[in-house]
């Protein structure tokens, strides 16, 4: 199914008045999502939450899916970049830590649960949400092509599986919150550099 979140394209700069009710409205019902779930964001409850008008709500967005869908790409923090100075072990590092970085914000921390439900009840988000994600996965693509051009990473391995390794582990220990996060991010790279030595 394709679905159109109503998504202003970057050539088009909003208008100040208008990018600030966008912004109230994202916010309301990012806040009504992360306290009751995705069944509380409805149209009438992020009007009343945000004080923008109905009608304006759905100027920005044609129903409750759309916005849902713009409160989950809102929600979910960028990767970081690949330094192209670094070599892999370095950029995994590197990499490594943003993660953690970003997984650690309150804000994050506060809505992943949520964001997780969230992709669960509406089936149209696997579908939107496919190219954000491997685009925000592209910097670790980046990193395992560094591996693989350096002799130590199978060419034809599949960069999802070790992100994969890194990512779960990283998830659980903050939100599990009973085991330092630090120590999860170095025991993931330093397993995962194991895995794959440099060539002899």
Known sequence: MNFDPCTPADDQPLHPRVARSRARVLEAATE?????????????????????????????????????????????????????????????REHVAGLLEAFSDPHWRNIMPALFLLKRQIEELDEITAMDVEERASAFHEVMALGVAEGRIP?????????????GPLMFAVLGGHIDEQRVADYVVEELLAAYPPPT
């Open 32 to 92: 009504l999502l992360a306290e009751h779930g995705p069944r509380a964001v409805t149209v009438d409850a992020v009007t009343e939450h945000s004080g923008v008008a109905k009608s304006t709500i759905y100027r920005h967005w044609p129903s409750q899916t759309a916005l849902l869908v713009d409160v989950f790409r809102n929600n979910v923090p960028p990767l970081p970049e690949v330094d192209p100075a670094l070599d892999f072990e370095g950029a995994l």
């Open 155 to 167: 060419a034809d391995l599949d960069p999802h599986l070790p992100m994969t390794a890194i990512v």
